[in-house]
């Protein structure tokens, strides 16, 4: 792959980095491993991403533009090769994606010395996990609706509220929280934490049950918790500046924040089912319908690719963001329509869920489907996107 | 395959210039105002009296001057052979602006020309100006390069012609025509002046407004041996299919860009109900939705252009036909949104909109819609059935 706008020192980090990765496969394990960082359920399965995650710390894969002072190799440009790397080379995703793509953005742009000295080094080895403590149940889509409150203690915040849908909480040492401090204002009424949760008195956290039936996020009661002001993030009142930078970047790291979320071929993947799945008395994969349907997915495929190769040729974009603000809506309906396909294409046999011997696949099928409206639904609604999209990209107005 | 394919698609300092240029020669020449007096100012000429679609042979001169129908020809005969690359820009501009004229079907024809040995003579024409469209399709309406509806026999060293080719494209527009022909076990490739005693041009009565579509006969004609420059016009068909489907691929997505604009232009403008109707996100999210199959689509054009110039013939087939796929299905998307979203101005032969519509329309249709495209992916990518 000829790479003629990479500087020398670009050149030479991708040449190290795809030689490590190729040096260095993930361990072999025992343990079944969940599809995405959302479904990690046990702490076996922390641990082995923990491990993963400071083994390509070390070589330079993590943290590679973050300054040294803050633990990161202070390269320029360099970590979205990596990331690139990383999924090329189908490596496992990194644990700690909230430290990562929200904590370290947020701290680094906000945040005091001591903060950033304090929290970005041990969040980049994947020593510190990070969780994200924004929803609640009457603040979602709409997420200055907080009501878990902070009330100033000399210095400290006393914290009372409820937060759902909260992912590795389970397994997080702090959370990047955003609270109310001032009921006056909806926006500027907000501000932001670094809040411990683990062991943490006054934290509460209790599992969800997701539809799959698995464990994953978790809901966080917070009783009379108690915060020292130095883990503010920024001034009283500048959460939900903060929040908008947190949100920026979330997105943008669904794509490529680590590694690939499965080692098949998508498209290759349904084609093989449809090879060995009957309809109507003959191959699925002889069932012009059928044919049809794995096609228009395979387009789909083709065209994310494309359209990432695209948004990195200026001359060929309109508009600097049209084509990067669409990845995330369009990469995770395609992951829900390629799941639905294969459980059509599964048929009777897409009944049988993951602890059937018969399921296709463990019931990867139901059970991708099921998992892909996490995606559709979190970091911002894909509905909120075409907000967004339609809004900021087309200058339509707003519609809140 | 010389190397990998380039990452930026090699859309380079030239393909960029023409592009703009381009743009801007037809923002000036051809503004949707003037494209409207052109082409649809006389309902009753074109539904009443069925006279030929218009177009505006000053500025095709200008065009011509310009180099832009000559661009396909390679260096060797005379002419530029800029990469697919650039062309793809070229047309997306041509669509943009709903731009009546041999352009596409010229290019088309140069494409399959290119593929023989013994034109060179009539690449260098094009090179020069000469306008060119392919005849090679049946009354089925069959795109596969290996059915037809004309026949060729031998007499005393040349060919004659007998038979019908439909659905040609810009037929009164083009100078020569690129016919293929049964001949024995093979099909030829022959060009033959329009002008060609034995030749009857009668017009379609087609729905698009920026183009002309014909039903040729051929009676008799005669084709000097020089003018038959292959006698496997199959095989020459089949490797320039990629570049003919990503150029009309192409118009349809520069087509759809420009109904995106407009109807997001006229989202913003519409008052109901005291605000603009796109506010209310029945509007503005199918409107989102157009963009992302637009934009897909534009990225699968680059990418189908980049791999005709780079990668191999395979690759580059299974590309252009996912563009197409793309291109036709986005195409006809943002068509059925740009009329139902103006409303009952939307309706009438007054607004724009209708003019791109067709087009669209039209361009779905040519060298096989989206189903289509996708059956002929299915056999490679699944396997026969
Ligand atoms: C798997 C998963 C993991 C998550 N992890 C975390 C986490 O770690 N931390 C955290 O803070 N949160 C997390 N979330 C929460 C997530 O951010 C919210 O679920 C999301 O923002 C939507 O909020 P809501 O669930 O309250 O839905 P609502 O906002 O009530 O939305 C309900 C429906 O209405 C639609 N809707 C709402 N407003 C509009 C509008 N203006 N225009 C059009 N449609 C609208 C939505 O798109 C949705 O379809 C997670 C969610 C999921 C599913």
Known sequence: MSSPNLTAEQIAFQERARAWLEANPAPETDLEL??????????EQVEYYRDWQ???????????????????????????????EMSRAGAPFLLNTVGLSMMIPAVLAHGTEEQKRRFVPKALSGEEIWCQGFSEPGAGSDMANQQTMAVRRDDEWVVNGHKVW????????????????????????????????????????????????????????????????????DDVGK????????????????????????????????????????????????????????????????????????????????????????????????????????????????????????????GYWPLAYMNSYGFTISGGSNEIQRNILGERILGMPKSK | MIDSPPRDFGFGPDEEMLRDLARKFLDESLPVEKLRVLVAEDHDSVYERHELPRWDEAMWKKIVELGW??????????????????????????????????????????????????????????????????????????????????????EGGDLVLDGTAYFVQDAFKAEVLVVAAHCGGDRALCVVPTSSAGITLVPDR?????????????????????????????????????????????????????????????AKDRKQFDRPIGFFQAVKHPLVNAMLDIDRARSLVYNAACTIDYGDRDEALKAARMAKSAASDAGAFISDRSVQLHGGIGFTWECDVHIFFKRSMHNQALYGDGIYQRSKLAETMIGEI
């Not at chain 1, 969940?34 to 702490?43: D, F, G, I, N, V």
């Open chain 1, 239 to 362: 959460g939900w500046t903060v929040a908008m930078t947190v949100l920026t970047h979330e997105r943008g790291a669904a794509e490529g924040a680590g590694g690939g979320i499965s080692s098949v071929h998508p498209i290759e993947r349904l084609i093989a089912l449809a090879r060995s799945s009957m309809r109507n008395g003959r191959r699925a994969s002889d069932d012009p319908v059928t044919r049809d349907a794995i096609v228009q997915q395979a387009i789909a495929h083709e065209g994310l690719r494309q359209n990432a190769r695209r948004a990195r040729v200026p001359a060929l974009n309109d508009h600097p963001m049209r084509l990067r603000m669409q990845q995330g809506v369009l990469a995770t309906e395609l992951e829900q329509s390629c799941a639905r396909l294969g459980v059509d294409i599964a048929g009777a046999r897409s009944t049988l869920y993951k602890h059937d011997a018969a399921a296709p696949e463990n």
């Open chain 1, 54 to 84: 400071r083994r390509c710390y070390e070589a330079g894969l993590v943290g590679a533009d973050i300054s040294e002072s803050y633990g990161g190799h202070g390269h320029s440009g360099c970590q979205s090769i990596a990331n690139r």
């Open chain 2, 206 to 266: 087609i729905h698009d407004l920026t183009r002309d579509q014909a039903t040729i006969r051929f009676e008799g004609v005669r084709v000097a041996k020089e003018n038959v420059v292959s006698r496997d016009a199959v095989g020459a068909l089949e490797r320039a299919w990629p570049s003919v489907l990503v150029t009309v691929a192409a118009d349809l997505v520069g087509c759809a860009e420009w109904q995106l604009q407009t109807t997001v232009q006229y």
């Open chain 1, 34 to 43: 969940p599809l995405s960082p959302l479904e990690l359920a046990t702490r």
């Open chain 2, 69 to 154: 129908s000559g661009l396909a020809v390679p260096e060797e005969a005379g002419g530029v052979g800029f990469k697919r690359v650039g062309i793809v820009g070229l047309v997306e501009e041509a669509g943009r602006h709903a731009l009546p004229s041999p352009l596409v079907a010229t290019l088309n024809a140069t494409y399959v020309l290119d593929e023989t040995e013994g034109a060179s003579d009539w690449l260098a024409r094009v090179a020069q100006g000469t306008t060119a469209s392919l005849a090679m399709t049946n009354a089925e309406g069959s795109w596969e390069p290996s059915e037809g509806g004309v026949s060729a026999r031998e």
């Open chain 1, 166 to 233: 909260t992912s590795f909480a389970q397994f997080a040492k702090h959370m990047i929280l955003i609270a109310r401090t001032s009921r006056e204002h909806k926006y500027d009424g907000l501000s932001f934490f670094l809040c411990p949760v683990e062991g943490h008195p006054g934290v509460t956290i209790k599992p969800l049950v997701k539809m799959t039936g698995e464990l994953g996020f978790n809901e966080v009661f917070f009783e009379d918790c108690v915060i020292d002001d130095s883990l503010r993030l």
